[in-house]
């Protein structure tokens, strides 16, 4: 594997993770609004939904960045 293949492999992980910066916090933004504005227990189950998958995507977020951050290093050093 040539050094320009990993090279662009770590840039597609970084263009990945500067989707899933932006996409997370908005996500859960959306479930702690819904979870105000519904008190009614069908639709208050979306807001705990929301909630649940924002935590998990900020979650996998953070372990995504640290790998990312540790591949660029390592192609970095290389």
Known sequence: MSKSDTFDKVVKKFLILLGLLIVSPIILSFGFKA??????????YIAYTFLTIGIFLILFTVYFGLKTIKAFLDNLFQ
């Open 35 to 44: 979870l105000k504005i519904y008190a009614q227990s069908p639709k208050v």
